[in-house]
């Protein structure tokens, strides 16, 4: 399995609708919430399985603070499997793949329980913990 750059519309139906499952229905965030402005501007990362379907997915954009990864979503049976580490070593060398990206500073508002996946990448909580739609978040960056 691998995480790949979403190229067709197909993909990105399925992956929203993994979000939706993931975010909406399971984690409870207003459905409002889960969709934003920038959809069209983001690059969007999916995993499928063996059948091809939509088991992990992520996204990321540029903003005035640097590069934000954010998103990521994996569904329920595949969780504690490599799917997010998947979709963070993808993320990461697609933003890196970008010469005048390489040196900008890479960050994520992280739900508690995924701090221990994006350290192994590098990522340093920042502050204190916050809350972002109902769930306790930290900011993690990476230079």
Request: hydrophobic share 40%.
């Amino acid at each position: 399995m691998k995480a790949e750059l979403i190229k067709h519309q197909a993909d990105t139906d399925a992956a929203m609708a993994l979000r939706f499952e993931v975010f909406v229905d399971e984690q409870k965030v207003p459905a409002e919430e889960e969709r934003d402005e920038f959809e069209e501007s983001c690059r969007h990362f999916i995993v499928k399985d063996e059948k091809g379907a939509a088991i992990g997915t992520a996204r990321w954009r540029t903003t005035a603070k640097g590069v934000k990864l954010e998103r990521f979503a994996v569904h329920k049976n595949w969780r504690g499997k490599g799917i997010g580490s998947l979709l963070v070593k993808a993320v990461l060398e697609d933003v890196v793949s970008f010469p005048e990206l390489t040196k900008k500073k890479k960050y994520m508002h992280a739900q508690l329980d995924a701090v221990p996946l994006y350290a192994k990448f590098g990522f340093l909580k920042t502050g204190e913990p916050f809350d972002e739609c109902g769930i306790m978040h930290y900011l993690m960056e990476k230079y």
